[in-house]
C-alpha cells in the first residue's frame, strides 16, 4: 500500500513512472540489460538521454539559445560552480537572501572570491516574506543576481520575476521546477536538484543562456564547466544515467497529464485547499505572507507545540509520512510536490480536523 | 531473457541485487514509499546509508582511521577535488602514467596549479604495459603519488603496490575495487566511480585516511571538502541515495558469494580462460604484458580487423552485448567484472571459436 507522502525532498514520485522504471528494472526495452547497466555512451542511451532534453525543453518550452546541461553534485555543487563559471573572482554580484537556500549560496560565492551584495535581506521577518517588487536597487554592474524562487524550508515562494535591467539573472528552482508555466526568457541560468519535481537525488539539471558560456575560471572543475558540457552533450564524464531516465519517465507523466498549465492549476487547487483549511482554523497557523507562500512546502504550527511530535507520529500511522517540520522553523511541513495528488491534501486536512478535535 | 553484457561502464550488475531492487522499487520495506522518495535525513534512509558503510568497510577491510565518503562527479571530478583537499596551489606531485585515465587525472592536476612530474610515462609501449616495481623514483617532497591500478580502456593492471615510502599513495580504484582482495593500508586515498563493481552511475565512493583531512584549499567546493563531508557522513548536501542503497544490495551479494576472497579467485578463473584462449589462438590476440593483464578489463584483436564490426553485431545477436573495443585501441573489449559469470565468458570464448571457423 502506497501512502500520502510529504517529505521536502527527496519526495514522493509519480507512481505511473516508478512502474514503469519497476518493470523493465531487469529488463530494458527487451534489451536483456537493465538500464542501470548500459553504456552512457551506447546508442540506447544516447537516445534516452536526447529524449529526456527534449521532453523538457518541450514541457517547459525552453528556447533555443539556452543549453540544457546535467550535472552532478546537486544545488549545493551550483553554489560553487556558478561563480567559477560566470565571474572572475572580484566580481560583484547581487543577492536575494530570503531563506536558508539563499544563505548557502552566498556563502559559496564568497567562499569564490566574489563581491557580494545582499540586496533583499528577508533574516529581519524570519524568512517569511519576498521583497516587494519595486523594493530593491539592482546593481548595473553586478555580474548577476541570484535568487532562490522558492525557498524549501520557510516556504517562501515569489510571485513575481525580478526585473534586473541587463543584469544575468540566476535562479535555483530546485523545489519549483515544473510545478507551474515558466517563462523561462527572463532568466540567464536556471537550475534545480531533481529530487523533488524530477526524480532521484544525484541529478541536476541546469538551463543556461548561450551568452553566458565560453567564460569559466581557470581550474573549474571539469565536470561543472559549463561550456565543456554543453560540447558535450553533458557526457563529458559518465552521467548519472538512472536519474536522466527517470526524469523522462517523469516528464511524459507531466506531458501526459495536461503539461505545466495542468501542472500549475493542480498545485493551485491543493495549495489553496491547504492554506483555506488553516487560514480558517483557530488551532493551526501559517507564518508566511499571503503573497509569498508556497504551492509547493507548507509549514505549519499548532496552537499547542507540544503536540508536535505526537501529530507527526499519529499522522504517520495513518499514511501520511514525513510531516515533520525543519528543525529551524518547528512544527509541521507538508511538502505537496507534484506527485502528491489533491486526495492526498484532503487526507490530511481531514487528520488534521481529527487531531484538533481530540487535542485542541 | 537477461544477456551476457560485457560493457566497460556502467556495466552489468549482480541479478540478485536488481531482483530486490526492483521487487521493492515502489513499496521500501513496507514504508509505502520508493527508497527514491525517501528523505536523505530520514532514520530508515540514514540506516540504509550507515549499513552500506558498515558493509563495505568489512567487505574490504577498512581501517578505522580511514573516512569513507559517498561523493557526486564521479572519479572525473576527483581528479580536480584531490588537488584541492590535499595540495596547495604550486605542490609538486608524483604521477605514473598508464592509459587515458592518468591523463585526465595529471591534466586536472595541472589545471589545478600543481607542479606535475610524470614519473612513470608508458605512452611509449602505447600503453601495453606497466612499470617494473623498482624502475622509478618516488620524489620524497612529492604532495601525493597518484596512479590507476586498473586501466579500463588499456585493460592494463597493476599486479603490485607501488613503494612510496613517506610519499601519500592516491589511486583511482574505480575499474578494480571489490574484484580482489585489498590491502588497504598502504592507500593513503583510494577512489572509485561506482559504475563497475559498485552499483549505479552517479555515485563516487573516497576512501581516504584521517591525517589527510583538513587542508582543502579556500574555494574547494563544499560538496567535494573531504573534511566537511566527513563530518556530515556524507550527507551535507542531497547525497545519490539510491546509489548508496543499490551499492549496499550489491555489498550484500559479495558478501554472501564468500567476499573478495571469493571474488577474486572467480576473476581470476575468469580472465585465466578468456587470456588462455586467446594466447591459443592464432587468429585472436591480446597486445598487454603478461605481468600487467587487466582481470576486469580484456581488449583483444582478431587478425581481420575489418570484420570487427561484424563480430560485434554477431556476438549482439547471441547475447553477448557491448563488446566493441575503445576507439583508441580498436578491436573488441571483454569487460569482465564480478557480476559476469564464468558462464559468460565460457559463452564468450564458444562465440569466438565459432566466428573464427566462419571467417579466419
Excluded at 47 to 72: D, H, M, W
Excluded at 83 to 89: E, G, M, Q
Excluded at 150 to 166: A, D, L, R
Excluded at 182 to 194: E, F, H, K
Aim: proline content about 5%; aromatic content about 10%.
Amino acid at each position: 500500500m502506497r501512502v500520502y507522502n510529504f517529505s521536502a525532498g527527496p519526495a514522493m514520485l509519480p507512481l505511473d513512472a516508478l512502474n514503469v522504471a519497476q518493470s523493465e528494472l531487469t529488463d530494458w526495452k527487451n534489451s536483456g540489460m537493465s538500464v542501470l547497466e548500459v553504456s552512457h555512451r551506447g546508442k540506447d542511451f544516447v537516445a534516452c538521454a536526447a529524449e529526456t532534453e527534449s521532453l523538457l525543453r518541450e514541457v517547459v518550452g525552453i528556447p533555443q539559445n539556452y543549453k540544457v546541461l546535467f550535472l552532478q553534485g546537486g544545488a549545493t555543487g551550483q553554489f560553487d560552480a556558478i561563480p567559477l563559471n560566470l565571474t572572475a573572482a572580484g566580481d560583484k554580484v547581487n543577492f536575494f537572501n530570503t531563506g536558508q537556500w539563499s544563505v548557502k549560496a552566498i556563502k559559496a560565492a564568497k567562499a569564490q572570491g566574489l563581491e557580494v551584495d545582499v540586496i533583499v535581506d528577508r533574516a529581519e521577518s524570519k524568512y517569511t516574506d519576498t521583497p516587494a517588487a519595486d523594493s530593491f536597487v539592482v546593481d548595473p554592474e553586478a555580474a548577476y543576481l541570484h535568487y532562490t524562487p522558492n525557498e524549501t524550508i520557510g516556504g517562501v515562494e515569489f510571485g513575481y520575476v525580478p526585473e534586473t535591467g541587463q543584469v544575468p539573472l540566476v535562479a535555483d528552482f530546485s523545489s519549483t521546477i515544473l510545478s507551474r508555466p515558466l517563462d523561462v526568457s527572463p532568466y540567464s541560468m536556471i537550475y534545480a536538484g531533481a529530487q523533488k519535481n524530477m526524480g532521484p537525488s544525484g541529478l541536476c539539471v541546469a538551463i543556461v543562456r548561450e551568452d553566458l558560456l565560453g567564460k569559466a575560471r581557470p581550474g573549474t572543475p571539469t565536470i561543472w564547466n559549463y561550456t565543456a558540457m554543453a560540447e558535450a552533450d553533458s557526457m563529458l564524464n559518465t552521467p548519472p544515467t538512472f536519474g536522466i531516465y527517470l526524469l523522462g519517465l517523469i516528464l511524459k507523466w507531466v506531458k501526459d497529464a495536461g503539461g505545466l498549465e495542468a501542472m500549475g492549476e493542480r498545485n493551485r487547487a491543493k495549495a489553496e485547499a491547504l492554506y483555506g483549511y488553516i487560514d480558517a482554523s483557530d488551532y493551526y497557523s501559517n507564518p508566511v505572507a499571503l503573497d509569498s507562500r508556497s504551492w509547493m512546502n507548507v509549514p505549519f504550527l499548532q496552537a499547542n507545540s507540544e503536540l508536535d511530535k505526537a501529530f507527526v507520529a499519529e499522522a504517520n500511522s495513518a499514511g501520511l509520512t514525513n510531516l515533520a517540520g525543519h528543525r529551524s522553523v518547528g512544527g509541521m511541513r507538508a511538502s505537496i510536490y507534484n506527485a502528491m495528488p489533491l486526495e492526498g491534501v484532503t487526507a490530511l486536512i481531514d487528520f488534521m480536523t481529527d487531531f484538533e478535535r481530540r487535542n485542541g
